[in-house]
């Protein structure tokens, strides 16, 4: 069983930057899809970025092009989202996730296990 669990998040002020991790334990790590995603209150649950195990090809969503990057550690079991020029409307719980198939993917449903979530609150 794999436990995945997320740090980092805080409260930070528009323009500024947080870099969140996930550490994995259990399972292969450096063989799993990893992911990031997000809800904001009210709203559905969203893809942000994802990273495959082994070319770590990357695909972020339109939202966060240029300003979020996600990156792993397979010896560290960790991937992280480094998240710059947050806005307001990033403000949401960010969750990780793993994918027992190794290659990225956006959609929600293909991913076996899920971290409890970290708060990110940007204000303005």
């Known amino acids: 069983q794999v436990q995945l669990v997320e740090s980092g998040g805080g409260l930070v002020q528009a323009g500024g930057s947080l870099r969140l991790s996930c550490a994995a334990s259990?399972?292969?790590?450096?063989?799993?899809?990893m992911g990031w995603f997000r809800q904001a209150p009210g709203q559905e649950r969203e893809f942000v970025a994802a990273i495959s195990w082994s070319d770590r090809k990357t695909i972020q969503a339109d939202s966060v092009k240029g300003r979020f990057t996600i990156s792993r550690d397979n010896a560290k079991k960790t991937v992280y989202l480094q998240m710059n020029s947050l806005k307001p409307e990033d403000t949401a719980v960010y969750y990780c996730?793993?994918?027992?198939?190794?290659?990225?993917?956006?959609?929600?449903?293909?991913?076996?296990?899920w971290g409890q979530g970290t708060q990110v609150t940007v204000s303005s």
């Open positions: 259990g399972g292969t790590f450096s063989m799993y899809a």
């Open positions: 996730a793993a994918r027992d198939v190794g290659i990225a993917t956006i959609r929600e449903y293909e991913y076996n296990y």
